[in-house]
């Protein structure tokens, strides 16, 4: 594995230290001003400055180089005046960390019926009481200065599946417009600020956002405007499409997704960077993530089940609770079968990122792709309870 290096470079520098023969794939490490991330990455997602049944004690002992907070929540509460009075996020929530925060231009996409979107950001109505506010590149640049993230995301327009060539044309003229003013704000210390590529399922759109991402010089760029509920075949295009123009030199980051297998095949296709809710939203709901795919703890099979949710997981759940303890929690509603199987399930993510990045240093990724083919099918995660 890379070796540590023995001076700090500056917030920004990425470092290309290993690229796979037979793929996109590659090994790098981007410097923040809260330290280094070694790429290829999950972030876990804290949406409202906290990933949910987690502490900050958690990821660092789970092995979180890096997490996402978002804009628009944090905007609406706790306010900005909350946020600079308490010192940033950082302080705020007790993350050392780096930090990404995304814009809110997932929010135009995920809360349409709450918005009308101008030549110059977007109208919200709130979805807390009502109340009406304007986002627009200015205010999400402020907002995300005003928290002091590691990475700032530009404000995008997060556009439907499936939408006509029409309309992707003019939400990807946006895009660029509002990216271009994005770049001209003024930013945190330190802070370093990502473009979005947009275009929906058309490829020369999506290659020319990234072309004209590329030549304005952002710090590294997103691919947005994925796993919108396309089908996987053309959201994988999609990857393939927006990273095709995108600079070598600079990191890549696919949004919000969080699949096990797009997401080694996205790395396959020169990706760097992802986030997604996955981990802790299914927790919520009883499900674990394991090896072998995804089953339902809370499921009447596993009501005196004495192994681990997972055999051979390292994960502090796995090493002192079996699944019959887990599920008797869930199916009480305890807080703790939430936590428990929250820990599992990013301790599964990370340990997918670590041996993906394993993989890629010893030059094993082509085999690594192939038994995670093998394993979880492209046409969906296969049910498993026996792993």
């Not at 075949?233 to 696919?254: F, I, N, S």
Request: with cysteine; aromatic share 8%; glycine share 10%.
């Amino acid at each position: 594995m890379p070796q540590p290096l023995s001076h700090t470079p500056p917030p920004g520098t990425f470092e290309v230290l290993h690229e796979d023969r037979h793929s996109g794939a590659r090994l790098g490490r981007l410097w923040t001003a809260h330290g280094a991330v070694e790429t290829p990455v999950f972030m876990p997602v804290g949406t409202q400055a906290t990933v949910k049944a987690l502490e900050p004690r958690d990821l660092h002992e789970l092995g979180a180089s890096i997490i996402l907070s978002n804009t628009y929540h944090l905007l609406l509460r706790p306010g900005m005046d909350v946020m600079a009075a308490c010192g940033g996020l950082h302080r705020f929530m007790g993350w050392q960390g780096p930090i990404l925060t995304d814009s809110g231009g997932f929010q135009v996409f995920s809360l349409s019926n709450l918005r009308k979107i101008r030549a110059h950001g977007v109208e919200f109505r709130s979805h807390i009481d009502g109340a009406k506010f304007f986002l627009g590149p200015p205010e999400a640049m402020a907002v995300q200065r005003t928290l002091g993230s590691d990475i700032a995301m530009c404000l995008d327009e997060c556009m439907p599946y499936p939408c006509d060539e029409q309309y992707a044309c003019a939400s990807v003229e946006k895009t660029l417009s509002w990216a271009a003013v994005c770049l001209e704000q003024e930013r945190a210390p330190g802070q370093l600020v990502f473009g979005i590529v947009q275009g929906g399922e058309y490829a020369a759109l999506r290659e020319r956002c990234a072309r004209e991402l590329a030549a304005m010089g952002f710090d590294g760029y997103a691919v947005g405007g994925v796993s919108v509920g396309e089908p996987e075949a053309v959201m994988l295009k999609g990857v393939e499409d927006g990273v095709r123009a995108l600079p070598r030199e600079r990191p890549r980051y696919v949004m919000g997704l969080g699949d096990l297998y797009q997401m080694g095949e996205s790395v396959a296709r020169g990706v760097d960077m992802f986030d997604c809710v996955i981990p802790t939203r299914v927790a919520r709901h009883g499900t674990a993530y394991t090896r072998g795919g995804q089953y339902p703890v809370k499921g009447g099979a596993y009501k005196a089940d004495q192994r681990p949710v997972e055999e051979g997981c390292a994960c502090y759940c796995c090493r002192n609770f079996s699944r019959a303890y887990v599920r008797h929690l869930l199916n009480v509603g305890e807080i703790l079968g939430v936590r428990l199987l929250t820990i599992h399930n990013m301790h599964r993510y990370l340990e997918f990122m670590r041996e993906l990045r394993e993989a890629i240093a010893n030059d094993a990724f082509s085999e690594w792709r192939a038994q995670l083919a093998a394993t979880l099918r492209p046409d969906g995660i296969k049910q498993s309870g026996a792993q």
